[in-house]
């Protein structure tokens, strides 16, 4: 079974920094992963789709990288603003299953 | 382009109470449709999932239940509510053709069972 840990739980950082969001998941077997962003009280908004077959997608200050063998990926932001402060979730399908299965995210917070 | 709507955006309901989450998805044909939970201090977890009418695979044991009457509409369901059903319910859909498709999330609807 897929299970997929983000590190740190939470993370707040002063405007302007770039920062590093990691993802890792036990289960090499997959589709995609996709990389969400989640206001308070809010849906989730989906950042960057990465499939198997790729190794990093970019989106504006966002990139995300995929490495399959060590079962990790990342997400950067680069020149942080308050306007990202959110939840990050990432989520992996994998190949025995329809369904993504989804980190418990990483709160962060950017200081103004 | 496609849209996707979620209604009530919130409700309060006692427990053992019925429950109706209704999703309807805009702009788009033969999409899967997803119902996930999000429970305080937890992650999200998938409830159901539905490739076309009338078909309807549970994830998790509940007292919940999925129907799909039509194409691009998806409810949840429950004939009395448990006080652990709280949570936060979103409804996702994605494109049907291949494997691997982005799945897009509606606003949510926040469930509080008192």
């Known amino acids: 079974k897929q299970e997929v840990t983000q590190i740190p739980a939470a993370l707040s950082v002063p405007e302007g920094e770039n920062l590093v969001l990691n993802c890792s998941f036990t289960?090499?077997?997959?589709?995609?992963l996709q990389w969400f962003r989640q206001d308070p009280g809010k849906g989730l908004t989906s950042l960057l789709l990465?499939?198997?077959?790729?190794r990093e997608q970019t989106s504006g200050r966002l990139n995300a990288s995929l490495d399959k063998s060590s079962g990790r990926s990342t997400l950067y932001i680069a020149a942080s603003q308050p306007g990202d402060s959110a939840t990050y979730l990432c989520?992996?399908?994998?190949?025995?299953?329809?369904?993504?299965?989804f980190g418990s995210g990483t709160q962060l917070t950017v200081l103004p | 382009s496609q849209t996707i709507h979620q209604w009530p955006a919130t409700l309060v309901q006692p427990v053992g109470s019925p429950l109706s989450l209704e999703c309807t998805v805009e702009g788009t044909s033969n999409p899967n449709l997803y119902w996930y939970r999000q429970a305080a201090g937890r992650g999200l977890q998938l409830l159901f999932y539905?490739?076309?009418?009338?078909?309807i695979s549970s994830e998790v044991p509940q007292n919940l239940s999925a129907s799909r009457p039509q194409d691009r509409q998806f409810i949840l369901s429950s004939k009395k509510l448990l006080l652990s059903d709280s949570g936060f319910y979103l409804c996702a859909w994605s494109v049907r053709s291949g494997i691997g498709n982005e799945q897009y999330f509606g606003p949510g609807t926040r469930l509080t069972v008192t």
């Open positions: 289960d090499s077997a997959i589709y995609n």
């Open positions: 990465i499939q198997s077959s790729q």
């Open positions: 989520a992996f399908l994998s190949g025995s299953a329809r369904q993504l299965t």
């Open positions: 539905s490739v076309g009418i009338g078909q």
